[in-house]
């Protein structure tokens, strides 16, 4: 059986290659080659793990260098430099045993162009990249974003990922890296997966497993509603709702069916009728984590949707006498000489600057307390200045090398990496940088090309940059090769939001959004 799938796949060839004797071999097949400033990425159909060896010419298809070898069906050659001007690679994908000057060669040939490095291209190599994550890598039954690419818990998808991964979905299919119906179809996978699964009052769990498509507990209380990631969930389907409001009758339906999502999010009922926003709900539990959603943080955003609602919605006074009522909502400290009005000491880990504002536009967005674009500035280059002044200082920080938020870590695991406490052990995250991109934009494709032109080899990998690296290690235990969703959206997200501002656009064209941010005495521009 396996032999007629193979042979129905290939085409099996005879040759007489540097022996007199025939030799049999199956030439890959769609082999096909992109090449970047700095890499080029070699594709083919190995269903069956054939072993190859790659070999490239640089000088017009006369003499091939073997650079590697593989069973994958991918392989990304670095060239260990930054392309300055066009020039052509030639590649032979060759079965290992096979020589690269036999006579059919030619067979395993691909030409690859590469053009000389530009920041446009680099930006979008790194959106493209990354938008695999949630494109290529998402969990096929259900089109929810997989929680991270090492799980040991196993098939576990993660909802406020995939709100951000609905974001990038789009903005993919805006860039022609898959069509609007492919996006479509997985977007509205991952909608009919919410209308089926269970809910909290409305809200989501933090976590599905993806097989049972039963809610996967996040902590020993936690295994029920969670608000806050239902929030990152929603910030993404409104933006799906706009995108595909005036579509055709499949994307106009879809729009009708995130709405129906929207309107049945109990956010007032998670108050217990009190002046508060409660995390956590459990149907075996409670509230019995009793966790408020104070800020200042990550969560912005469950308050501005809690007010936005059009049938659950909070009083304003939820928002004051808890969010901006904690001992790190307002700051007033200057930091290397930089003000910041909110948040903890050095403002904290950069995703309390990413997560609210995929969607929600910092531009103009102001209130009694600060100018939110200029406020989520001041955090990434108060970031910038302490990477550069480095006070305990670890191998690697600097201009290009800065970045500090939760992620994976080689050292302790997933942590925050909060510059200034003990989490800080020399790790860099090029989430934290590349999402601030719309704050710091030359300080951010600083740390982009030094991610990609001086750690590219080890950093870079099939859906983007991997989610750390610590220089302070030995060379082969810097980098954490793992992929976290909640660290991926932000990249794609806000690299879009830079070139275009469509994510923006779109989730603030929703009038709720508006009415919500009134009633708590935000300002925007007109």
Same mark, same amino acid.
């Not at 030799?23 to 083919?44: F, M």
């Not at 600083?446 to 080890?458: C, P, V």
């Given at each position: ?40 990425? %070699? ?87 990354? !938008? ?9 039954? !259900? ?37 609007? =119906? ?71 339906? %879809? ?18 009728? *009190? ?35 059009? !049938? ?16 790190? @909502? ?8 930089? *003000? ?80 200034? !406490? ?9 989430? =934290? &940088? ?11 494709? &600083? ?11 080890? %950093?870079?990998?099939?859906?983007? @940059?991997?989610? =750390? ?58």
């Amino acid at each position: 059986m396996k032999k007629t799938i193979l042979f129905s796949l290939t085409i099996l060839f005879f040759s007489t290659c540097m022996a007199a004797e025939k030799v049999n071999y199956v030439v890959p097949n769609k082999l096909k080659g992109v090449g970047y400033s700095a890499h080029t990425e %070699l594709a083919w159909e190995n269903r069956v793990g054939f072993v190859y060896t790659i070999y490239r010419s640089d000088d017009g298809n006369n003499n091939f260098s073997k650079i590697g070898e593989t069973s994958s069906n991918r392989y990304m050659d670095f060239f260990g430099k930054q392309i300055q001007k066009d020039q052509t690679f030639f590649y032979r994908i060759m079965p290992k045993g096979l020589a690269v000057d036999c006579k059919n060669a030619g067979k395993f040939e691909v030409v690859v162009p590469v053009k000389a490095a530009s920041d446009t291209d680099l930006l979008d190599m790194t959106q493209r990249y990354t !938008t695999r994550y949630f494109y290529d890598y998402a969990d096929p039954q !259900t089109g929810m974003a997989r929680e991270r690419s090492n799980d040991g818990n196993g098939n576990i998808v993660t909802t406020g990922g995939s709100g951000f991964g609905i974001m990038a979905l789009i903005a993919g299919a805006e860039r022609n890296y898959f069509s609007r =119906a492919e996006a479509l179809k997985s977007i509205d996978k991952i909608v009919t997966f919410l209308e089926k699964t269970e809910r909290f009052h409305g809200a989501w769990a933090h976590w599905y497993n993806g097989n049972t498509g039963k809610a996967f507990s996040f902590s020993q209380f936690d295994d029920g509603g969670d608000l806050v990631e239902t929030a990152f969930m929603m910030e993404g389907l409104l933006t799906a709702r706009e995108y595909f409001r005036n579509g055709n009758i499949n994307e106009q339906a %879809l729009a009708k069916r995130i709405t129906q999502l929207w309107e049945t999010v109990e956010w007032s009922w998670y108050t217990q009728g *009190k002046d508060a926003l409660y995390w956590h709900w459990s149907k075996n539990y409670g509230f019995k984590l009793n966790h408020r959603i104070t800020g200042f943080d990550e969560t912005l955003i469950t308050y501005v949707l809690a007010a936005s609602s059009p !049938t659950f919605p909070i009083e304003p006074s939820v928002y004051e006498k808890c969010y901006t009522n904690s001992s790190y @909502f307002l700051n007033g400290k200057k930091y290397f000489g930089i *003000k910041l009005d909110l948040g903890m000491e050095y403002g904290g880990p950069l995703f309390f600057t990413h997560y609210s504002f995929l969607g929600l536009n910092p531009n103009g967005l102001s209130d009694k307390y600060t100018n939110y674009f200029d406020r989520n500035r001041a955090h990434a280059l108060i970031q910038v200045a302490y990477a550069k002044a480095n006070p305990k200082k670890y191998t690697g920080y600097g201009a290009n090398c800065w970045g500090f938020t939760s992620s994976d870590d080689p050292i302790s695991g997933y942590t925050s990496h909060q510059p200034g !406490t003990s989490e800080e052990n020399g790790t860099i995250s090029p989430t =934290a &940088a590349i999402a601030s991109l719309v704050y710091t934009p030359k300080e951010s494709i &600083a740390a982009l090309r030094y991610f990609y032109y001086s750690k590219g080899n080890i %950093l870079l990998g099939e859906y983007g @940059f991997y989610d =750390a690296f610590n220089a302070s290690l030995v060379e082969g235990q810097q980098v954490v090769h793992s992929y976290l969703a909640i660290d991926q959206g932000p990249i794609a997200v806000m690299i879009e939001n830079y070139r275009s501002g469509l994510l923006w656009k779109l989730f603030m064209a929703n009038p709720e959004i508006h009415k919500g941010l009134d009633r708590l005495g935000f300002k925007t521009e007109k």
